[in-house]
């Protein structure tokens, strides 16, 4: 019988396995430019590159996140009840008091970000925060909290930008093909090209598609663990509910940080549901308020 743990445990483990994916992605994507131009250092670049590129992201990826989503801080004289809320909550999961943050949108939604659990933020709509009750509220609550606890920061951070480096990469690799001239003359040389291009083109779909599977893993991992740390299921089904009944989009929206939602910020409505499945960044709330209830 799946339980709370259960759930948790598989969800780590195939987040996991698909940042494998990642990796070997750019490996066979170095590799290749390294045996086409004769030099087995570019390879080394590809990887030094991305673990750079992670580095930097990861370090001002709170910033970045608060930014793009137009927030401001949320002080306890005025969201008293947010405010206590979330820092017995972080007393209960054994976590620092996370930065408190408000996005002024009626579109009820919620995300955290930050490098690690000390300079962790978690940021709720003022429409979240209008129509949720205190359970609900304590159930998202509790589902962000989890995203922290769980360093899910981290892996998203490291999934959005190696999907962004796989893809220039796969420009690159294209251009050079193509414009590279004379190594298409030597034996061998088109049917290595034609390898090249078409690796390049399917490299970037498959970072894609990896990049949307961790973030649909991440969500169903932060509903265990949120339950796990509330010791009550119905309150986040219920506060998905209702995500799932308001449906409209977001009034700012922005596809950097979309996967950092608990809910898709285009909402529920007909476009969005175009989306689901493999390239959506969540997965349908009805499947999770199923497991969440099953709990």
């Known amino acids: 019988m799946a339980t709370?743990?259960?759930?948790?445990?598989?969800?780590?483990?195939?987040?996991?396995?698909?940042?494998t994916c990642f990796f070997v992605i750019i490996i066979a994507l170095g590799y290749f430019f390294a045996q086409r131009y004769g030099n087995p250092n570019i390879l080394y670049i590809f990887v030094a590159f991305s673990i750079l590129m992670n580095i930097v992201s990861y370090w001002y990826s709170d910033k970045i996140a608060l930014s793009i989503a137009k927030a401001h801080p949320a002080t306890r004289e005025k969201y008293f009840d947010f405010y206590t809320l979330v820092e017995n909550l972080a007393i209960t999961a054994g976590l620092p008091m996370p930065r408190i943050y408000v996005i002024e949108d009626p579109s009820p939604n919620a995300f955290a970000?930050?490098?690690?659990?000390?300079?962790?933020?978690?940021?709720?709509?003022t429409g979240l925060l209008s129509i949720m009750n205190k359970t609900e509220l304590e159930g998202v609550i509790a589902h962000e909290m989890s995203h922290i606890g769980n360093k899910d920061m981290l892996v998203s951070t490291v999934a959005v930008v190696l999907a962004g480096f796989i893809s220039i990469v796969s420009d690159m690799m294209i251009r050079a093909t193509l414009f590279g001239g004379r190594d298409n003359d030597r034996e061998g040389g088109n049917l290595f090209a034609i390898i090249g291009?078409?690796?390049a083109i399917l490299a970037p779909i498959f970072a894609?598609?990896?990049?949307?599977a961790i973030s649909r893993k991440r969500e169903y991992l932060a509903d265990s663990s949120g339950a796990l740390l509330?010791?009550?299921?119905?309150g986040l089904a219920s506060a998905l509910e209702k995500l799932q009944t308001y449906g409209k989009p977001m009034q700012a929206q922005s596809t950097a940080i979309a996967h950092l939602y608990i809910a898709n910020p285009l909402g529920s409505g007909r476009f969005a549901k175009k989306t689901m499945g493999l390239l959506s960044?969540?997965?349908?709330?009805?499947?999770r308020i199923k497991i969440l209830r099953s709990m």
């Open 281 to 287: 960044t969540h997965p349908p709330l009805e499947e």
């Open 4 to 19: 709370l743990y259960t759930h948790q445990g598989q969800n780590v483990w195939k987040t996991w396995l698909l940042m």
């Open 197 to 199: 291009i078409v690796l």
């Open 208 to 212: 894609m598609l990896i990049q949307l």
């Open 230 to 234: 509330t010791r009550y299921p119905e």
């Open 113 to 125: 970000t930050g490098r690690d659990k000390k300079h962790a933020v978690i940021a709720v709509t």
